[in-house]
């Protein structure tokens, strides 16, 4: 084989291989086309000459910057917790709209609340809590 025929080929290659520079503006434009009812995210690649992949990246990251910050800070409220409910907290518990004796009410600091059975699975609530504090 010619070093000119090699070249030429590995031109070739470099030119399919192009990078290319999107504008924010242009980035919205195509995920607003994804978003739309019945569109299909490898039919609007295509249609730009896109890798899908690179365009589920462009909808990630146009989630994450849409999404609301947490600063990561936690606050702690403290409780008291009895062993045993006692006969005057049972009907208290009770007469709350929406509880029932034997619930745990937790209120976030985001106005969410979360009532859970004192059975509840701890690691299935930390997954619920986690979520729910990322709101």
Known sequence: MVVAERAGRAAGRQERRRRRVWSVEEKQRII?????PGAS?????RRHDLNANMLFTWRREAERAA????????????AKIDAAP???????????????AGQIEIALAG?????????????????????????
């Open 111 to 135: 106005g969410d609340r979360v009532i859970v059975g004192t059975d509840v699975d701890a690691a299935a609530l930390a997954r619920v809590i986690k979520v729910l504090s990322r709101r």
């Open 67 to 78: 999404a609301p910050r947490c600063d990561g800070a936690l606050t702690f409220i403290p």
């Open 86 to 100: 006692s006969v005057a907290s049972a009907p208290m518990a009770a007469a709350q709209p929406g509880r029932a």
């Open 41 to 45: 995210v490898s039919v609007v690649a």
């Open 32 to 36: 607003a086309e994804t978003l739309e």
